[in-house]
């Protein structure tokens, strides 16, 4: 069994990318989402909802859907729509 150095595990980690921040359009998306919808040129300040950013993502997956991280972060703001939105 491998050990581990619970410390320098602890160190590696990064809170602040999966923190929850609110846009300028009043949606909360991570500071990873963030980044990688920049890195695809995806506008998510100019959107009134997450699904909105969805409809986007899917038009950017269907031109290659081999986009992992894009793929990734459609599945965590889904999740997040579905919980925010959807009344229980």
Request: glycine residues 2%.
């Amino acid at each position: 069994m491998e050990e581990y150095d619970l410390n320098s595990v602890i160190d590696s980690l990064d809170f602040e990318k999966n923190s929850l921040n609110t846009c300028k359009n009043g949606l909360l998306l991570t500071n990873y989402e963030m980044e990688v919808l920049n890195k695809y040129k995806i506008n998510y300040n100019s959107t009134t909802s997450l699904k909105e950013i969805l409809f986007l993502i899917d038009e950017v997956l269907d031109e290659d859907d081999s986009l992992n991280d894009l793929e990734n972060i459609s599945l965590s703001i889904s999740e997040r729509d579905y919980y925010m939105n959807t009344k229980k």
